[in-house]
């Protein structure tokens, strides 16, 4: 069994801020493959399906994105699910706007929902990094991530959720590489390719 689990804050104020493009992917994945009205467990909204053929479980951890840890290690233990079989979907201060970019353990870079995942299991789980880009101060990110993504800012993020959930696939088969692939053609295909343009 796979675990992607997007990263969030809960609560209709924060659903639009850049902090949650992860919690707005796994939506965009759960809308992609039918998967049923997710549900209150481990910590979480929580709803499992089929990708691939490989049984998935969708996790918004509802526990605000310092402690999403908690919500994982709970979810993770429960069903036996190995480090290497989770994935999860973060915003990335460090990439543009709309540049995808995954990987397998590493550092957290400072993003606290990552801090606390690797805290309760350690660091080896694969990572899905959606590029939302630098406000350029440091002292400006705590507002730059809290704020809503803006109306033309949207057009990028509705592409780039579309586009992880249509390839969602070649992630339940570990086909990393293809899926990063994938995902920054369709965006080219979407007109999104020139970062002059997000």
Not at 64 to 73: D, P
Not at 118 to 138: C, E, F, Q, S, V
Not at 143 to 153: C, P, R, S
Not at 169 to 197: C, I, P, S, T, W
Request: contains cysteine; hydrophobic residues 40%.
């Amino acid at each position: 069994m796979l675990l992607f689990v997007g990263l969030g804050n809960p609560g209709r104020q924060y659903a639009g801020n850049r902090h949650n493009i992860g919690f707005m992917a796994i939506e965009a994945i759960a809308r992609q493959h039918r998967f049923p009205q997710a549900r209150s467990k481990f910590q979480a909204l929580a709803s499992e399906g089929v990708i691939a053929g490989e049984r998935v479980l969708l996790l918004q951890p509802q526990t605000y994105m310092n402690e999403s840890g908690r919500s994982v290690a709970e979810a993770a233990r429960f069903l036996k699910i190995d480090l290497k079989n989770i994935v999860v979907l973060h915003d990335e201060l460090d990439l543009p706007p709309g540049k995808l970019r995954i990987k397998s353990g590493g550092g957290n870079a400072g993003h606290n929902g990552l801090r606390s995942i690797t805290a309760h299991m350690g660091n080896d789980y694969r990572r899905i990094r959606l590029g939302i880009g630098h406000p350029g101060d440091k002292s400006l990110v705590h507002n730059y991530v809290l704020n809503d993504f803006g109306k033309t800012e949207m057009q990028w993020v509705d592409a780039l959720c579309d586009a992880v959930a249509r390839h969602a696939d070649l992630l339940a088969r570990a086909e990393d590489a293809n899926f990063q692939n994938r995902v920054h053609l369709a965006m080219e295909a979407a007109g999104f390719g020139d970062e002059k343009k997000l």
